[in-house]
């Protein structure tokens, strides 16, 4: 009787794995196409930037502060953000969201 049951419920086909691997496997593959890979891409991008900061860049922090880097000291970064009075901070190197120039570009 239960067998009867399943074979009604799958439309008399023997396949139901089959079909549900047919149906998943494409919508598996766009998700990673659409969604993951992008990111990674995204996050390859950003660390080769952050890689590649030198004295003199002119940089934007994540926390939208605008700066000179006038030191690098392994994962970390001195930013100069004033001229006059002269303030520098320490911030860390994944901190950096976006280089503007750098002073030799000009």
Known sequence: MMA??????TGGQGG??????????????IMYFM???????????AQEMQAALKA????????GIYGTVSGVDGDSLILKISSEPQVKIRIA??????????????
Not at 36 to 43: E, H, I, K
Not at 56 to 63: H, L, R
């Open 35 to 45: 969604v993951f890979r992008p990111q990674q891409q995204q996050r390859r991008k």
């Open 4 to 9: 009867t049951i399943i074979l009604q419920a």
């Open 93 to 106: 190197r994944a901190a950096v969201a976006q280089v503007e120039a750098s002073e030799d570009a000009r």
């Open 16 to 29: 139901g794995l089959g079909s549900i691997l047919f149906l998943v496997l494409p919508m598996i593959l």
């Open 56 to 63: 003199g860049d002119k940089v934007i922090t994540s926390a």
